[in-house]
Antibody
Framework: EVQLVESGGGCLVQPGGSLRLSCAASGFTFSSYWMSWVRQAPGKGLQWVAKIKDDGTEKSYVGSVKGRFTISRDNAKNSVYLEMNGLRAEDTAVYYC??????????WGQGTLVTVSS | QSALTQPASVSGSPGQSITISCTGTSSDVGKYNYVSWYQQHPGKGPKLVIYEVIKRPSGVSNRFSGSKSGNTASLTISGLRAEDEADYYCCSDAGSGIYFFGTGTEVTVL
């Protein structure tokens, strides 16, 4: 069974602060799949944030997080990460770890809430 | 960079068919056959129901179907059921490794 379990959220972060989200994957050959992070602000729609190639050599980001967020992965640990710096109030959202499949997202984690507020 | 446009809400009676539109541009929906659709029930994570415009993942009801014409993609739910009441989002590859989601549509079963 495919499982994606996020961690690292759940606490209040001040504007300008940093946070690192982690996602532990199991139930599939992790090193064969691109992975993404997708977020959803409270009461709002979905927004794709970043993705990383199966071997970690290619990365892409939505414009609003470029230069502030970094996606990475460790295939030996079946994990993907999202390093978030310079956090803003508008980054407040539930962050989902998702598996990329044929330019879609076929498995989603349960999400982890990031709250940015003073 | 902006979200794809969906109607805010669509409703239908049980057994009817409804269609949700997703309008993008010639740089995303119109250019790539990489449109996907997601169903999200309140308090839950999204679920993939359509990928590559018309394909259904294993286990998804054949009452869900997708199509595309020009810069607009569509999701049709036939034989509407109470369990279909949820939010629906489209998503498209926009080139250069990025994706755009739609604004979301709330489906109500009357």
């Amino acid at each position: 069974e495919v499982q994606l379990v996020e961690s690292g959220g759940g606490c209040l972060v001040q504007p300008g602060g940093s946070l690192r989200l982690s996602c532990a994957a199991s139930g599939f050959t992790f090193s064969s799949y691109w992975m993404s992070w997708v977020r959803q602000a409270p009461g709002k729609g979905l927004q794709w944030v970043a993705k990383i190639k199966d071997d970690g050599t290619e990365k892409s980001y939505v414009g609003s997080v470029k230069g502030r967020f970094t996606i990475s992965r460790d295939n030996a640990k079946n994990s993907v990460y999202l390093e978030m710096n310079g956090l803003r109030a508008e980054d407040t959202a539930v962050y989902y770890c998702v598996r990329d499949y044929r330019w879609a997202f076929d498995y989603w984690g349960q999400g982890t809430l990031v709250t940015v507020s003073s | 960079q902006s979200a794809l446009t969906q109607p805010a809400s669509v409703s239908g009676s049980p057994g009817q068919s409804i269609t949700i539109s997703c309008t993008g541009t010639s740089s995303d929906v119109g250019k790539y056959n990489y449109v996907s659709w997601y169903q999200q029930h309140p308090g839950k994570g999204p679920k993939l129901v359509i990928y590559e415009v018309i394909k259904r993942p294993s286990g998804v009801s054949n009452r869900f179907s997708g199509s595309k014409s020009g810069n607009t993609a569509s999701l049709t739910i036939s034989g509407l059921r109470a369990e279909d009441e949820a939010d629906y989002y489209c998503c498209s590859d926009a080139g250069s490794g990025i994706y755009f989601f739609g604004t979301g549509t709330e489906v109500t079963v009357l």
